[in-house]
Nanobody, 126 residues
Framework: VQLQAYGGGLVQPGGSLRLSCVVT????????IAWFRQAPGKDREGVFA????????RYAESVKGRFTISRDRAKNTVYLQMNSLKPEDTAVYYC????????????????????WGQGTKVTVSS
């Protein structure tokens, strides 16, 4: 399984970015997939996750109403649409996947995932 994340960059506060995670060796029809982030000096945190069998999601309260996750099965790609970005969203963002179909309560735990992509850096600054 390989995951390739891209789409990060520099954006002004209030702006938008869409991150993409291209997945190979893993079907987006089952299992779970998630986006995590790690800001300088902070622990990695779960941002948004999806249980692929039924589309169930879980997200961090800090991104409620601003971020959303989606998938394109034809392209085997998962997206993180980020709107109304804030300076505190600055971090390296990672996508992660597992063949396990987790219950909602553990979708944002990093220990739930055994396949990780490289990060893509997002900087929100004026």
């Amino acid at each position: 399984v390989q995951l390739q994340a891209y789409g990060g960059g520099l954006v002004q506060p209030g702006g938008s970015l869409r991150l993409s995670c291209v997945v190979t060796g893993f079907s987006l029809a089952g299992g779970s997939i998630a986006w995590f982030r790690q800001a300088p000096g902070k622990d990695r945190e779960g941002v948004f996750a999806m249980r692929l069998s039924d589309g169930g999601t879980r997200y961090a309260e800090s991104v409620k109403g601003r971020f959303t996750i989606s998938r394109d099965r034809a392209k085997n790609t998962v997206y993180l649409q980020m709107n109304s970005l804030k300076p505190e969203d600055t971090a390296v963002y990672y996508c992660a996947a597992t063949t396990k179909s987790w219950i909602t309560g553990v979708l944002l735990r990093s220990s739930s995932y055994d396949n990780w992509g490289q990060g893509t850096k997002v900087t929100v600054s004026s």
